[in-house]
Every structure is written in structure tokens, then in C-alpha cells.
């Protein structure tokens, strides 16, 4: 794990990411298993997290930053930012 981040608003929400860039919700309810698991554009392991609301966003050594929003699942990876 690279980084992990409980959400501030959902506190049963937790958010872990890999060296594999696979990003995983878990409600820490029930954490047999990830509510949600994000396979994006990251091609170098996920170091930050942040959230807000319903949306996450998650950025990778390489610069590259992909933004999440929980609900619809819809996942759109951002320019790099160097």
C-alpha cells in the first residue's frame, strides 16, 4: 500500500492505493472486500489521495492525477502536472 486516506466527510469510507495504481474504496463496515476498485491511467504508483464529497482524486509519481466521483463511477484522468 502506498497511501490510504479515511474520508472526511463518509467516515466509514476508507481509500487505499497501490504501487500498481489500482485505487480501492472500502466501507470500513465491511471490509471483506472494496466497494469500489479504480484500474486507471496511473502508471507509476499512487502516493496521494484526497476527497471531497463524493469524489476523489488520486496522483501517481509520474504527475499524473485522476479524478474519481464515487457514485456514477465515472473516472477522468487530468494532464500531468510536470
Known amino acids: 500500500m502506498t497511501a490510504v486516506l479515511l474520508h472526511p466527510q463518509y467516515k466509514n469510507l476508507l481509500l487505499s492505493a497501490s504501487a500498481d495504481g489500482v485505487v480501492r474504496v472500502w466501507d470500513a463496515t465491511k471490509a471483506s472486500k472494496p ?5 486507471s491511467d496511473h502508471v507509476a504508483p499512487v502516493q496521494a489521495l484526497v476527497a471531497y464529497s463524493r469524489q476523489f482524486a488520486s496522483a501517481s509519481e509520474d504527475g499524473r492525477v485522476v479524478a474519481t466521483h464515487v457514485k456514477t463511477r465515472c473516472v477522468q484522468a487530468l494532464d500531468a502536472l510536470w
Open 35 to 39: 466497494m469500489l476498485e479504480v484500474r
